[in-house]
């Protein structure tokens, strides 16, 4: 690994363990405080949610074009937004188990992450699979909120992370070649984090609705 391409990896590691951190810190202090009702209460997790989904855009299609430091605050916001939303699943489920799968997902992230900077195979080519695998998903999760069918809901899971799995290869190939397009380093690290984090939070909410042991 050359320096230019350990600098790049080095920043988005340490942006993807801060993002990281301030989610699980702030849903983990919010569920322990008296906010849980006042933020979820109302129109607020509508809003919360609206603003997360206008984050992701924004850092998905205008990264090329915006500063650094102002791909950095939005990326650090996002994060703060997804703690805000992870305070439900402090309060659902049992600590223990959380750090468990943590962890396990953790160690898919890293064996993944691997297969990704060694594959000699062009992880583009099934870019489009991917994608298409998430709209399915996106679109048979609001089906099965008026079917309400558990067995559905399981094969979502398992999908869900057999597709974000590849996306960390993917995501781990595509900085590596720097198929983003962006020259400034300080910002394809933030890019970079930002997908890295995605997928981790995805892979990490599967296995959670899977696994996890509730507080009941």
């Known amino acids: 690994m050359n320096d230019e391409l350990r600098d790049v990896f080095s920043k988005v590691f340490m942006w993807l363990f801060v993002g990281l951190l301030i989610t699980f810190g702030m849903g983990y202090g919010i569920q322990e405080s008296t906010l849980m009702d006042t933020l979820f209460s109302g129109g607020l997790y509508l809003f919360v949610w609206l603003a997360e989904i206008v984050i992701a855009i924004v850092l998905a299609v205008r990264i090329r074009k915006i500063k650094p ?72 999760s609001v089906v099965n909120i008026f079917i309400g069918s558990e067995t559905l809901d399981l094969g979502l899971c398992i999908i869900g992370i057999i597709i974000f799995m590849a996306y960390i290869a993917f995501d781990i190939q595509a900085i590596k070649r720097k198929l983003y397009g962006i020259e400034n380093q300080d910002s394809l690290a933030i890019y970079g984090a930002f997908q890295l984090y995605l997928d981790f939070v995805n892979i990490f909410l599967d296995l959670l609705s899977l696994f996890g042991n509730s507080r009941d």
């Open 69 to 140: 430091l102002t791909a950095t605050i939005l990326y650090l916001f996002y994060t703060a937004l997804t703690g805000i939303t992870f305070a439900t699943i402090f309060a659902y489920f049992e600590l223990g188990s959380i750090m468990i799968i943590f962890g396990v997902t953790a160690l898919i992230m890293l064996l993944f992450g691997l297969v990704g900077y060694f594959t000699k195979i062009d992880l583009t080519k099934i870019s489009t699979f991917l994608f298409m695998g998430i709209l399915a998903i996106i679109i048979m």
